[in-house]
């Protein structure tokens, strides 16, 4: 079996985790040219899987409906597994990276010199439109690529103003490839997995479910040097997303914004807690002085 294929199968298998994925790439990182010999048990031991799960595991990941779905992500998708060298580097250097990245449109993107991700609140307001129209048209313009979650509110503003600037821009999905949520944002991500490029870590037919958006918020974080957080609550994925940037030591900025306002709560306090205020394009190119200079 192809490594490729091992760490495909091991996606597709239940019952084994993205934290079990990781610690089997790290063993094989360590081991190399000892694939051949891991069996099912093995890899359990090395996944550190919990024994209620076990069983799940190891009778599935050879079985035919495993076989039967991973013929079917080689026929109709595309993928890039940890140990490929178009994997990204950020995002490999990041926490807990995906071992299979799914993804459709122009994989040149996630090479780009410089990616910024734009995170903020799923309700759009006339504030948080008024400042992504005033930051990113500067900022693509220097070939800045935007990364965000193709959710409603923030996340399809930028996604949205970076293409009528024409500039280009990378959306991280929590479900499948082949399926779009909000539904709002369909004919944008089909657009973008044809003209610009999409990702997701979850196979074909997965729905969104609660905590892929959280699990998904640490691609985001972790493909760029930078985020920009526009417009948060107190308690929001934006903030987690933030705190998953800091945590893999990249820069974040915020827009300060009211102190009545609920939705600029959360990014007056990352002001307050050390993350850069922005309040103009150039306060974001000063970080990027290749940029600054183009």
Known sequence: MKMNQFLLRLHLTPGIGMKGEYLVAQWLTEHPGQLRNLLPVHI???????????????????????SQALARHEKESHYL????PQYPLMLKESWLPPMILF???????????????VVGSRKSTAYSEIVLRQLLPELVARDMVIVSGL???????????????????????????????PASSQKLQQYMAQHELVLSEYPLDAVGKRYHFVERNRLIAG???????VQAQQKSGSLITANIALQNNRDVMAVPGRIDDPLSCGCNQLIQAGAKAILTAEDILDEYPSLATK
Not at 44 to 66: C, T, V
Not at 103 to 111: A, I, P, Q, R, S
């Open 223 to 229: 493909v760029s040097q930078a985020t920009l957080v």
């Open 151 to 181: 959710a409603a509110g923030v996340d399809s503003l930028s996604h949205q103003i970076t293409l009528q600037n024409r500039g280009h821009t990378i959306g991280v999905i929590a479900t499948g490839l082949n399926l779009s949520y």
């Open 81 to 84: 597994t940890f140990f490929d």
């Open 103 to 117: 993804y459709l449109g122009n994989l040149n993107l996630l090479n780009a010199q410089h990616l910024l991700s």
């Open 44 to 66: 359990s031991e090395i996944a550190g899987i919990l024994p209620q799960h076990r069983e799940k595991f190891e009778r599935g990941f050879m079985s035919d409906k495993i």
